[in-house]
């Protein structure tokens, strides 16, 4: 199998699935009880904390809370933000976030509370200009992605937070970071220092699946999302999954040793190999973001005249496995919401495949995609070339 698809999912390092294995076989204790507290799992649980700060050059207090996942870190993010906007001010996100943050703003517009979009230009970044037309000082909450899913465009977070905590001092910052971290090296000073939240899940740095945190920094204070047994420091409680923790840790710290070695220029060089090859082929296709700063590993593309959700199964077929950007519902399948956005047309839309490769992707591996691509054009779908 080729398995392109690395921002749906990663697959998890050896070491990850060995530490997680340990965990869940010899040392499954709850790590809440004396007989936990006796091997160290507290331990276990401060050194993973620690790794992720390394890998997104957090601060030694910035506090790390574990999650479920960013789906999970995204709605209590969005709760708090709910909260403090309660009978005052606004609220404002980006209208191309991932569902877990777009679908909980809607929620809170139909409940009334006073929610502001932030569209993007045709390279699918945001637009500053629109930006700074809207925020004034009674801006109560901002959650604003730092990469996108499905585009891989790198949002300029740094001048929209700078922007955001000069108009409107008390306003919190959220930034969704599932795609961006492990993929890149992140300067938080440089690019995070106005956010106060930052989501992030673990499978999408060759970590464990049902695990991922929030990292809450600048003293931020938050009521507590899961009440109950006061774990983690009265703000989320429950049972920690401890084999799961351990795996993110050695996932984070892995990762960070990848990047420091510039492995990230390795996936980008794969990545450019492949759209070199697809512009080639198919001199009519369009690369979405091209023109924008993005991720070094994703490549949204689209071929005229081919259907994208047909692509994938028949690729699927062969071993070889990419997506769409589509959404499915029971009744129908719709195109890239964000490309929609993007201005593109919804026939060109329809087009779209998302590759996103990982550190274990290669040149040879993206030659076998690209010649079935072309095979697939010349054959069946007769695509404009």
Same mark, same amino acid.
Request: hydrophobic share 40%; charged share 20%.
């Given at each position: 199998?080729?398995?392109?698809?690395?921002?749906?999912?990663?697959?998890?390092?050896?070491?990850?699935?060995?530490?997680?294995?340990?965990?869940?076989?010899?040392?499954?204790?709850?790590?809440?009880?004396?007989?936990?507290?006796?091997?160290?799992?507290?331990?276990?649980?401060?050194?993973?904390?620690?790794?992720?700060?390394?890998?997104?050059?957090?601060?030694?207090?910035?506090?790390?809370?574990?999650?479920?996942?960013?789906?999970?870190?995204?709605?209590?993010?969005?709760?708090?933000?709910?909260?403090?906007?309660?009978?005052?001010?606004?609220?404002?996100?980006?209208?191309?976030?991932?569902?877990?943050?777009?679908?909980?703003?809607?929620?809170?517009?139909?409940?009334?509370?006073?929610?502001?979009?932030?569209?993007?230009?045709?390279?699918?970044?945001?637009?500053?200009?629109?930006?700074?037309?809207?925020?004034?000082?009674?801006?109560?909450? =901002?959650? +604003?992605?730092?990469?996108?899913?499905?585009? /891989?465009?790198?949002?300029? !977070? $740094?001048?929209? @937070?700078?922007? *955001?905590?000069?108009?409107?001092?008390?306003?919190?910052?959220?930034?969704?970071?599932?795609?961006?971290?492990?993929?890149?090296?992140?300067?938080?000073?440089?690019?995070?220092?106005?956010?106060?939240?930052?989501?992030?899940?673990?499978?999408?740095?060759?970590?464990?699946?049902?695990?991922?945190?929030?990292?809450?920094?600048?003293? =931020?204070? +938050?009521?507590?999302?899961?009440?109950?047994? /006061?774990?983690?420091?009265? !703000? $989320?409680?429950? @049972?920690?999954? *401890?084999?799961?923790?351990?795996?993110?840790?050695?996932?984070?710290?892995?990762?960070?040793?990848?990047?420091?070695?510039?492995?990230?220029?390795?996936?980008?060089?794969?990545?450019?190999?492949?759209?070199?090859?697809?512009?080639?082929?198919?001199?009519?296709?369009?690369?979405?973001?091209?023109?924008?700063?993005?991720?070094?590993?994703?490549?949204?593309?689209?071929?005229?005249?081919?259907?994208?959700?047909?692509?994938?199964?028949?690729?699927?077929?062969?071993?070889?496995?990419?997506?769409?950007?589509?959404?499915?519902?029971?009744?129908?399948?719709?195109?890239?919401?964000?490309?929609?956005?993007?201005?593109?047309?919804?026939?060109?839309?329809?087009?779209?495949?998302?590759?996103?490769?990982?550190?274990?992707?290669?040149?040879?591996?993206?030659?076998?995609?690209?010649?079935?691509?072309?095979?697939?054009?010349?054959?069946?779908?007769?695509?404009?070339?």
């Amino acid at each position: 199998m080729i398995y392109l698809d690395n921002n749906a999912t990663t697959k998890p390092f050896p070491e990850v699935v060995d530490v997680m294995t340990q965990f869940m076989t010899s040392r499954f204790w709850n790590a809440s009880s004396a007989y936990g507290q006796l091997d160290g799992l507290e331990e276990v649980v401060e050194s993973a904390k620690a790794a992720i700060r390394t890998l997104i050059g957090a601060a030694p207090d910035d506090e790390v809370v574990f999650t479920s996942g960013a789906t999970e870190s995204n709605t209590w993010a969005v709760a708090e933000g709910a909260r403090r906007a309660s009978g005052c001010g606004w609220i404002l996100t980006s209208a191309i976030e991932h569902p877990s943050v777009g679908e909980a703003f809607d929620s809170l517009q139909e409940q009334g509370v006073d929610v502001r979009l932030l569209q993007v230009t045709r390279d699918g970044v945001f637009d500053l200009d629109e930006l700074e037309a809207i925020v004034d000082s009674n801006l109560r909450f =901002a959650s +604003l992605m730092f990469a996108h899913n499905e585009t /891989g465009v790198i949002q300029p !977070l $740094r001048e929209a @937070t700078s922007l *955001i905590r000069e108009r409107a001092p008390e306003c919190l910052i959220h930034t969704d970071a599932t795609q961006a971290i492990g993929k890149i090296p992140i300067s938080f000073a440089e690019e995070l220092g106005e956010v106060d939240l930052i989501s992030f899940s673990g499978h999408k740095f060759h970590g464990p699946k049902g695990i991922g945190g929030l990292v809450i920094c600048n003293g =931020a204070q +938050l009521k507590p999302l899961i009440r109950g047994g /006061g774990q983690q420091n009265n !703000l $989320r409680s429950g @049972t920690l999954n *401890i084999p799961a923790i351990g795996g993110l840790s050695v996932a984070a710290s892995k990762t960070s040793r990848l990047l420091k070695a510039n492995q990230d220029t390795v996936v980008r060089t794969v990545r450019d190999y492949f759209e070199q090859r697809i512009s080639c082929l198919f001199p009519k296709a369009c690369i979405l973001g091209s023109q924008a700063k993005r991720l070094p590993n994703t490549s949204f593309f689209g071929i005229p005249g081919s259907d994208a959700d047909d692509l994938v199964h028949i690729l699927a077929g062969e071993g070889m496995i990419v997506s769409t950007g589509s959404s499915c519902s029971a009744n129908s399948i719709e195109p890239s919401r964000t490309a929609l956005l993007m201005k593109y047309e919804y026939k060109e839309a329809s087009t779209l495949l998302r590759f996103s490769a990982s550190y274990e992707n290669t040149i040879d591996e993206v030659d076998v995609l690209v010649n079935k691509l072309y095979e697939l054009s010349s054959r069946e779908h007769k695509l404009a070339l």
